[in-house]
Each structure stands twice: as structure tokens, then as C-alpha cells.
């Protein structure tokens, strides 16, 4: 009886390690069909990730704009993990940076929200805010200028409301 009792309380942990380890890093039951959307698509790229498996749901005209920020990433050896990209209006928000604007891209798909991964090392908004650029690894330093750099997108360190993320 002991012996069963033991198989069975490990079984009991194993699947709830499995099941943890899952939902943290695969919430595939999460994910909409962008079928019948008429301007919403699934962004699936190289050094960009959704935050535990989370999909990246994007504008279709944004696509070109993450495709070249999953380019600067690659190139700087960086993994870009997408904390928030589309959202709805009435979705609730929690441990924002800044207050969500009324009128944010978020609402139109053509905004992200990212933490920076290098060697291993997670940057998150503390870490990215403007003062701090010159504290960072260069390769982060080289990605933010880039993305300065391009005139078609911009960096939420810049904005007047800092928002590093």
C-alpha cells in the first residue's frame, strides 16, 4: 500500500511540474486563428518571442517594421520578448510602466512592448530607461540606436512619457 501510495504521489508531481512548465512556456490554448481577421496577423520571428508563449498579434502593415527590429536583434544578438503587442480596448492591463493611453498603437496593432535578453541576462524597463543606456552591454546600446536610427520607428525611451519597454 505504501508502495502505491508513493508511485502515486509522484506521478502527482511530475504532472503538475509538466503542467506548470507548459503553461509558462506554451500557451498554445491562448492563440486565436487570424483567418477570419481582416488586418490582424500572428508574428512569428526569428529573435522575437511571445512572453510564455504568448502570441504576438500585430497589424499586417506592422509586420515590416517588427520583421526589421527581428533583424536588428538578430544582428545584435539579442532576443526581444514581447510582453504586449494588440490589444483590444476593454483588455485590463496589469504592472504597466506607464498608464495605457486611450488612443495607444497597442488598439491599432502597431506597437510592442519588449524586455531584452542577452547572454542569458534579462533586461527589463528599469534597466532600458534613457538615463541608463550607457550602463547597458554594447550590443543593447547598438540595438536602441538602430531602432533611433530608423525613421519609420521609435523607441519608448524617447517618448515624452518615458516608456523604455
Known amino acids: 500500500m505504501k508502495q502505491v501510495l508513493k508511485i502515486l504521489i509522484f506521478t502527482g508531481?511530475?504532472?503538475?511540474?509538466?503542467?506548470?512548465?507548459?503553461?509558462?512556456?506554451?500557451q498554445f490554448w491562448t492563440h486565436y486563428k487570424t483567418d477570419p481577421f481582416e488586418t490582424l496577423v500572428e508574428y512569428d520571428g526569428t529573435?522575437?518571442?511571445g512572453l510564455r508563449g504568448r502570441q504576438i498579434l500585430i497589424h499586417k502593415e506592422f509586420d515590416k517594421y517588427l520583421t526589421q527590429i527581428d533583424g536588428y536583434?538578430?544582428?545584435?544578438?539579442?532576443?526581444?520578448?514581447?510582453?504586449?503587442?494588440?490589444?483590444?480596448?476593454?483588455?485590463?492591463?496589469?504592472r504597466t510602466i506607464v498608464e495605457p493611453g486611450k488612443r495607444?498603437?497597442?488598439?491599432?496593432?502597431?506597437?510592442?512592448?519588449?524586455?531584452?535578453?542577452?547572454?542569458g541576462i534579462k533586461y527589463f524597463a528599469s534597466d532600458l530607461k534613457r538615463d541608463?543606456?550607457?550602463?547597458?552591454?554594447e550590443n543593447i546600446q547598438?540595438?536602441?540606436?538602430?531602432?533611433?536610427?530608423?525613421?519609420?520607428l521609435r523607441w519608448g525611451g524617447d517618448f515624452r512619457r518615458e516608456d523604455p519597454v
Do not use: C, M, W
Open 142 to 152: 547598438h540595438f536602441i540606436e538602430e531602432i533611433r536610427k530608423n525613421k519609420d
Open 132 to 137: 541608463n543606456i550607457q550602463n547597458l552591454p
Open 104 to 119: 495607444s498603437n497597442h488598439l491599432a496593432g502597431f506597437a510592442i512592448d519588449f524586455n531584452i535578453k542577452s547572454k
Open 47 to 49: 529573435n522575437i518571442r
Open 73 to 94: 536583434a538578430v544582428d545584435n544578438n539579442l532576443e526581444l520578448i514581447i510582453n504586449q503587442s494588440y490589444r483590444s480596448g476593454n483588455q485590463t492591463l496589469s
Open 13 to 26: 508531481v511530475v504532472v503538475s511540474i509538466a503542467f506548470l512548465y507548459f503553461y509558462y512556456n506554451y
